[in-house]
């Protein structure tokens, strides 16, 4: 996410809150998450922006089968390590709080083993 202002060079955007509704166990009608994005220009002027994210059930899977070959295993984990440490666009963030950390970490392990 990206914010453009006209009297700022930087605008500072920020990821308030995400995860407002996941319902794991209801796939059918398809689960949601809302992030809320807020954006901060130089004077202290501020925009939200609320983005809702649908997931159909067959796609939530195995986020953490990261090469996407049907299980959780060692080639995952070495592409999650290789991203480590990520803020911007990262491709192994699991839980979806826009870095890769050690909670990331510790959902692959938790899931390592699993078939998706
Ligand atoms: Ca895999
Ligand atoms: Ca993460």
Not at 25 to 32: A, E, K, L, R, V
Not at 47 to 62: F, N, Q, R, S
Not at 76 to 83: E, G, M, R, T, V
């Amino acid at each position: 996410m990206t914010a453009t202002d006209n009297c700022s060079e930087y605008v500072e955007v920020t990821l308030n809150h995400f995860f407002t509704q996941l319902n794991l166990d209801d796939c059918d009608t398809g689960d949601f998450l809302t992030r809320t994005w807020t954006a901060i220009d130089g004077c202290g002027n501020l925009t939200i922006h609320e983005e809702v994210i649908t997931m159909l059930g067959d796609e939530i899977g195995c986020p953490e089968d990261l090469n996407g070959n049907g299980s959780v295993e060692v080639g995952d984990l070495l592409l999650l390590l290789a991203d480590f440490g990520c803020f911007t666009e990262c491709s192994a963030d699991i839980d979806g709080d826009g870095a890769v950390t050690v909670n990331d970490i510790l959902l692959l392990l938790a899931a390592f083993g699993d078939s998706c």
